[in-house]
């Protein structure tokens, strides 16, 4: 069956963002962030600690390290760079999992991380390789076409989960639209679960210029900073759970 | 036998610290720093590498999440902030150790952490915390009396390490005299020889006011970023192997 | 006639604290974050556009360099480094201030940084001479006695404004209540008015073993950062109206 | 007369870059980094004291907000983010010259935000709108053609001096060779003195593909960073005074 995962722990220090203690209970993945783009240790024990008791798989959210921009702008770093630095977070949260004898799950990278490395092998590749090294898998967006992904992370033995986004639009060629072009983020619940409902039942995508993506997930990403965010998890396990 | 044990992966992105690849091939536990005084994902890449090259031991070398200070400022924790700071830190080393299948042997507390943990016993839980929760030893500074810290690290089922210090000037009370104060490091490759082997043949060492303490070491630190670090550490290599 | 004043910019990057736009166009001394503890370049530019649309005079809030702890951490800095991290601060709040030909007025630390001035003369003295150095008035607070404060102030050409609070408990000592304990904020709006109110009438304020201090205050402080933010404001912006 | 520049006060906290004290009695003007790529507050006072004492002009040197990086990753900022994220720096140079009376004379952006300045005019217009903010002239790199530099600070009233480079490679469109690249740094003084003889008596610099570009430079830089910068600066200050 079909899992809903959703970023969490993107509060930084004193300043709070999502609403992770109400959307929690209705997920099935806790994409935790790391402390480069969002998340502190404290920030990072309380999320681990929350997922814990409402029995919600943890994965890491790696970012670029970004703090400012929220890791949303892509940085220009080498691949073995981009490895350490993915390597690094994952590894931080596994210490903070330590504490609750959680196991971290799989990686899915943030932001400006996960856009590019949807459209750069190499970025992909780095991040597959940090993925090895630890041997967690990693979730990867479901686009009409895979195959590269497939075969690279195959050749280094890791597992991929592909996910579709709710709660985004689309474009024609299988990426998210730009969050700076209006119409990027969905704006009311039906239009929400509708793309769900469509990825769930007939295994596709309607994009910006009304054609259908084929696509094939293993979850479904709901955004936690959106102010739909509670009101989508609901409706969404509601969905899942007919 | 006494084993060497120096900080390493001091640099910071384009800033150098430290003869890391000068010094490495002379001791046998290198203190990884973490990334929160010093260290970078890919400067712990590179030090864990060298590590790796020279068959040294590596630990963790968590600090105060501060840079700018270099993990020399105390600053206020709770206890369970702490136990996640040093997680996260030592996490975050284990990931990059991943990629080398390198084991992290471990945990050395840093700078003002170090010190405040050998003041304070409720930082002191808070650490040892940490290395139970990632099964890991911590190294420790060799007092005449560590009772209380031996106490503590059994009931959580921590072993402990004792170093002692060859460049540092000690008070009466045992503590390292204060960096603020004159005389505190040890300037000629003379001195340091002395104390190390006062340490090693007598278990014993001179302070400031001309006592002598018995201490009890299982390893000699030498500072690394001191300019007679290098020297020091051949000297001390060659005391130990006659 | 006394003067309402708020800290405001303490937003970060992608995180929002406090109701600046609600908050502002009732108050009539901004406190502007500089980055340290709290804003950033952009947040800083959007809160002095803000301060001169609604002709609020505009204030320069340096913070300890704490981003992770929002300045509430005390940190262990000599007098000349305060001196230069206050200046760093300020002048970067004057270079934003500049695009809209808008006036620093005044200088008023941030959380730790006001604490410790408070209790510690060298600290204060710090700041009197990063407030000589750049020719602008400090804000501190209204104590019983400020004796000390004025004449040091007054021999470095410092003019000083003096502030009380009105949504937090006094100490019989003249100092605000610890954040640590319960009571140190006022939960209700009734409290945080009839504070006002004695401060405005009676020159006093009530501690919390039940004493009158005697303080004359220049100016209100409200903490933006209350839920009780906005609707302090209005009580009080009315209560001075009459 | 051409005037001698170089980058001061790159170091970091505890960690050091440059010969400052070494370089600075043979300059004219020194770009003071401002915090963001390098320099913290105490940095910038002993640099700002330094450059007094020698009687060097002050500049102040903004970076992209990247530590990690030195400032030499270009970040994607829109215009008027740009704008504010100079002021702020060339603010807290302000601030800290203050204590020493001193006055900030121009701005030279750092690294990645030079070289896209010199690439992209919406960039370039950020700065300028900055520099015509706080009314101080903008360094920019002397090409064969800043027409399009000269008008848009015309029309903003901000004056530009223009430079040349004497230890790094041009490439025929009249830009720096990318640090990426072999040969990008000149690594032997000859190459460094001939270069700056070419620029100052035929107002022209060759390019990696051997040809001559006619360049007209108000000041020559040399790179604090490189091993041959206290060489470079001796010799071309001895080339100067011929």
Chains 1, 2, 3, 4 share one sequence.
Not at 91 to 99: D, F, R, T, V
Not at 135 to 156: C, E, F, G, W
Not at 199 to 208: G, H, L, P, Y
Request: hydrophobic residues 45%; contains cysteine; aromatic residues 6%.
């Amino acid at each position: 069956m079909i899992k809903l995962n959703c970023d969490m722990g993107e509060s930084f220090g004193a300043w709070s963002m999502g609403a992770d203690e109400a959307i929690m209970p209705y997920i099935d993945m806790s994409n935790v962030a790391c402390g480069f783009h969002a998340g502190d240790p404290q920030i990072m024990a309380k999320t681990v600690a929350l997922a814990v008791e409402h029995n919600v798989t943890i994965g890491a959210h790696p970012g670029y390290p970004d703090l400012l921009g929220f890791g949303r702008k892509a940085l220009n770093f080498s691949e073995s760079e981009l490895t350490h630095i993915v390597l690094y977070q994952v590894g931080a949260l596994q210490g903070i999992c330590s504490q609750h004898n959680a196991e971290l799950a799989y990686i899915k990278p943030h932001g400006a991380l996960y856009n590019v490395m949807m459209r750069d092998i190499t970025v992909f590749s780095a991040i597959v390789k940090a993925a090895a090294s630890v041997k967690l898998p990693l979730m990867i967006m479901a686009t009409p076409d895979n195959h590269k992904h497939i075969q690279l992370a195959q050749s280094l033995g890791v597992r991929l989960f592909f996910e579709a986004f709710c709660d985004r639009a689309y474009t024609d060629d299988g990426h998210l639209q730009s969050r700076q072009e209006k119409g990027a983020v969905h704006q009311t619940l039906g239009l929400i679960v509708e793309q769900a409902q469509q990825i769930i039942e007939q295994q596709s995508v309607q994009t910006t210029s009304g054609n259908n993506l084929p696509i094939k997930a293993d979850s479904l990403c709901i955004h936690g900073d959106s102010h739909l965010a509670l009101a989508s998890v609901k409706a969404l396990r509601e969905l899942l759970s007919r």
